[in-house]
């Protein structure tokens, strides 16, 4: 068996749990082995955190949970520092925090404040957390999958641009297929008798065994030795170029972006489009790689003009209209 067979096996046993989101499965895949952090976007009952528990449940890894709310504090998310005493001598001893895991549920990630959302940019960044003086690292891999609610706006805190640019991909969850949902339907309506009766629930398709982490590194080694040719960098880069300079590509969108992707954007498009060869059986990356995935690489690091919020254009109208003027070098 090979690694790019046990890394399907994962996407099926989440595939089995989530039934009708196969794309946004294939895209948290992704973001695990592009070592990135993935934001989840949907209307409220998507599957967006059973996905996430799901993936969690597949791998052999330490699953840690955050539900943000207004009152949270940072010290919730990264520990502290806490006196013990004992025989008349105190000290202070690091108490990690719910981000101390290999995956992160940030639950409805915009319901907490600036302070908050702060508090998760080194430990993104740099895979450390420092309290006082000390830094303290965290787990090998470290993976926030953190979801939020698109159109709730009671209560909650839009993301700060320094956090949205530290998300490899943002993934839009869209409601599944008729089919589908019966599918889902009979699925639960099994958990439940499985839940009355005791018994294991009978999935069409089920994982024997939790995957080790040490199949996402070998999987992340053939990763980067995926050929990239100095024609798809110069693509790669092209594309990047045309969100921070639109005018020089359209005069319609120099009038629609107002800000472009940075260079970890150009970083996670390169990334991502490796993950997606290698997925694909690939040795190389193609403009295709590179295609597939731009859309959800760029649709949230694009900053939107007032026209194109007034004209009701989203992001990645924005970007498919783009992509089809940015020629493959």
């Given at each position: 068996m090979?690694?790019?067979d046990?890394?399907?096996?994962?996407?099926?046993?989440?595939?089995?749990?989530?039934?009708?989101?196969e794309?946004?499965?294939?895209?948290?895949?992704?973001?695990?082995?592009?070592?990135?952090?993935?934001?989840?976007?949907?209307?409220?009952g998507?599957?967006?955190?059973?996905?996430?528990?799901?993936?969690?449940?597949?791998?052999?890894?330490?699953?840690?949970?955050?539900?943000?709310?207004?009152?949270?504090?940072?010290?919730?998310?990264?520990?502290?520092?806490?006196?013990?005493?004992?025989?008349?001598?105190?000290?202070?001893?690091?108490?990690?925090?719910?981000?101390?895991?290999?995956?992160?549920?940030?639950?409805?990630?915009?319901?907490?404040?600036?302070?908050?959302?702060?508090?998760?940019?080194?430990?993104?960044?740099?895979?450390?957390?420092?309290?006082?003086?000390?830094?303290?690292?965290?787990?090998?891999p470290?993976?926030?999958?953190?979801?939020?609610?698109?159109?709730?706006?009671?209560?909650?805190?839009?993301?700060?641009?320094?956090?949205?640019?530290?998300?490899?991909m943002?993934?839009?969850?869209?409601?599944?297929?008729?089919?589908?949902?019966?599918?889902?339907?009979?699925?639960?309506?099994?958990?439940?008798?499985?839940?009355?009766?005791?018994?294991?629930?009978?999935h069409s398709?089920?994982?024997?065994?939790?995957?080790?982490?040490?199949?996402?590194?070998?999987?992340?080694?053939?990763?980067?030795?995926?050929?990239?040719?100095?024609?798809?960098?110069?693509?790669?880069?092209?594309?990047?170029?045309?969100t921070?300079?639109?005018?020089a590509?359209?005069?319609?969108?120099?009038?629609?972006?107002?800000?472009?992707?940075?260079?970890?954007?150009?970083?996670?498009?390169?990334?991502?489009?490796?993950?997606?060869?290698?997925?694909?059986?690939?040795?190389?990356?193609?403009?295709?790689?590179?295609?597939?995935?731009?859309?959800?690489?760029?649709?949230?690091?694009?900053?939107?003009?007032?026209?194109?919020?007034?004209?009701?254009?989203?992001?990645?109208?924005?970007?498919?209209?783009?992509?089809?003027?940015?020629?493959?070098?």
């Amino acid at each position: 068996m090979t690694i790019r067979d046990d890394i399907q096996a994962l996407q099926t046993a989440m595939n089995a749990s989530v039934i009708g989101q196969e794309r946004v499965v294939e895209r948290m895949v992704i973001g695990l082995l592009a070592d990135g952090h993935v934001l989840i976007e949907g209307l409220p009952g998507l599957a967006k955190t059973r996905a996430v528990k799901a993936m969690a449940k597949a791998l052999a890894a330490d699953f840690t949970r955050i539900q943000f709310t207004p009152d949270l504090l940072p010290s919730d998310v990264t520990g502290s520092d806490v006196y013990y005493s004992k025989d008349g001598a105190g000290e202070f001893r690091f108490q990690p925090g719910p981000v101390f895991g290999n995956i992160l549920l940030a639950d409805e990630i915009n319901r907490a404040p600036a302070k908050v959302q702060a508090a998760l940019l080194e430990a993104m960044e740099e895979r450390q957390v420092t309290v006082g003086s000390n830094s303290h690292a965290l787990p090998s891999p470290f993976m926030v999958l953190a979801t939020q609610n698109p159109v709730e706006q009671e209560g909650t805190y839009a993301l700060p641009e320094a956090q949205t640019d530290r998300f490899l991909m943002k993934i839009l969850v869209e409601y599944p297929a008729p089919a589908d949902e019966r599918g889902v339907l009979r699925m639960v309506r099994n958990e439940e008798l499985a839940s009355v009766s005791g018994t294991p629930a009978r999935h069409s398709t089920q994982q024997a065994e939790a995957i080790p982490l040490s199949v996402v590194a070998a999987a992340r080694a053939e990763i980067a030795a995926i050929h990239v040719a100095e024609g798809i960098e110069s693509y790669i880069i092209d594309i990047i170029n045309a969100t921070r300079n639109p005018a020089a590509v359209s005069e319609e969108l120099g009038r629609l972006i107002e800000l472009g992707a940075s260079p970890r954007g150009g970083i996670a498009l390169d990334r991502c489009a490796r993950v997606h060869a290698w997925l694909q059986g690939q040795d190389f990356v193609s403009p295709a790689n590179v295609q597939a995935i731009a859309p959800d690489v760029l649709r949230h690091r694009l900053a939107l003009s007032y026209e194109a919020h007034g004209t009701g254009r989203t992001a990645d109208e924005i970007i498919a209209d783009l992509m089809k003027l940015v020629s493959v070098a």
